[in-house]
């Protein structure tokens, strides 16, 4: 294994990451897996569909909690370089989609966050799940 620098980040950083890339490499093995059965019902239902199909479950609650602790680590990261400690330890506590649109404007004028786009759409529903 290849350990990579991020650009600017901490160790934290990339193992977050690679936390993040096998998960999600282990998802979609699980689901290669699980399309070679028929989808679960309680007809179809076997012992090893059902392990399965818990397993894809559970590593899809790990790739959301390690995908939504990444983009808060960059923001938080961001936010710390740019702020001064009493204005971290505010900002820090702020949501996820401040952190992405409303924040990085109050140190880079030119920064503007597209409202309505797949970034938007994506976070909010990070932050939902």
């Known amino acids: 294994m290849t350990v990579t620098e991020l650009g600017g980040g901490s160790a934290y950083h990339v193992h977050l990451n690679l936390a993040l890339t096998e998960a999600v490499e282990e998802y979609k093995q699980l689901g290669r897996e699980i399309e070679k059965y028929p989808p679960l019902t309680e007809e179809t ?9 818990y397993s894809h479950e559970q590593k899809r609650v790990t790739v959301i909690l390690l995908a939504a602790a990444c983009v ?21 506590w702020a949501t996820i989609i401040d952190k992405w649109a409303v924040l990085p404007p109050l140190f880079l004028k030119e920064s503007t966050f597209p409202k309505g786009s797949v970034l ?10």
Do not use: H, I
Request: proline share 5%.
């Open 72 to 92: 808060e680590a960059v923001a938080n990261f961001y936010l710390a370089t740019k702020s001064t400690p009493e204005q971290f330890a505010v900002l820090e």
């Open 45 to 53: 239902a076997t012992p090893e569909l059902d392990r399965l199909s």
């Open 120 to 129: 938007d759409q994506d976070l909010k529903l990070l932050q939902k799940r």
